[in-house]
């Protein structure tokens, strides 16, 4: 099976909510970390990353946090939009040459 | 300016015929990847190409044929297609000859066997 996956296929809050979308993943050999955002109908698109020599990374309302004891990768997004309801990926790659393994995804529900 | 341009967007087809996808980068990345996902929105990684050259290939039915002209395209050519091919395929591309860097997505090819 894959080594990637989430705890939960779908998520629903409310508009303004904090959002948490977690990870787990099954090589502690991996070296870095990727989630990505697919609107209907699109390509995976990047969000943020993080390298496992790090256990927390922030972006523009979007806070990824790597626990390596527990192999697990979480996806914060503060004040969840309507615009941020998608299906949320996280994907790791081993080392440097291989590619990015994906885990089944999230979906993400956003209310107003 | 699309950066990773895959065509067509949508194919429908009949088993049994043969049928490519285009993919083309303006990135100047160097390594250009093929994944797919299937129904349950599932993606696997099916080819890595670097500089032209394979690097991975995954556990997938040699109908199906990557062929890379250019670091900038890759190419997927798929023999008698069956049904269980209907999947979405992405194409992508990285850079650092596929190193610790994201990959960018093309928009999808949704292809339909009937």
């Known amino acids: 099976g894959e080594s990637v996956g989430l705890h939960l296929p779908t998520l629903s809050v409310q508009e303004g909510d904090n959002s948490i979308i977690n990870c787990a993943y099954s090589?502690?050999?991996?070296?870095?970390f990727i989630w990505y955002k697919q609107e209907s109908g699109k390509g995976p698109q990047f969000i943020i990353d993080i390298r496992s020599n790090m256990d927390k990374r922030q972006g523009q309302r979007v806070t990824v946090l790597l626990n390596k004891t527990v192999k697990h990768l979480s996806l914060q997004i503060a004040a969840t939009q309507p615009g941020d309801s998608a299906v949320y990926f996280c994907?790791?790659?081993?080392?440097?040459?291989?590619?990015?393994?994906f885990g089944k995804g999230t979906t993400l529900s956003v209310s107003s | 300016d699309t950066a990773v341009s895959q065509t067509p967007k949508y194919l429908v087809t009949q088993m049994g015929n043969d049928k490519s996808i285009k993919c083309e980068q303006n990135l100047g990345h160097d390594t250009m990847y093929w994944y797919k996902q299937d129904s349950k929105k599932f993606l696997k990684i099916m080819f890595s190409y670097n500089n032209k050259e394979l690097i991975i290939n995954e556990t997938v039915p040699n109908r199906f044929s990557p062929k890379s002209p250019d670091k900038a395209h890759l190419n997927l050519h798929i023999n008698s297609l069956e049904l269980g091919d209907s999947a979405v395929y992405f194409c992508?591309?990285?850079?650092?000859?596929?190193?610790?860097?994201?990959?960018?997505f093309g928009q999808g090819t949704r292809l339909t066997v009937v």
């Open positions: 992508a591309s990285s850079q650092s000859g596929g190193g610790l860097t994201e990959a960018f």
């Open positions: 090589n502690s050999a991996s070296d870095y």
């Open positions: 994907a790791e790659k081993v080392q440097a040459g291989t590619a990015l393994i």
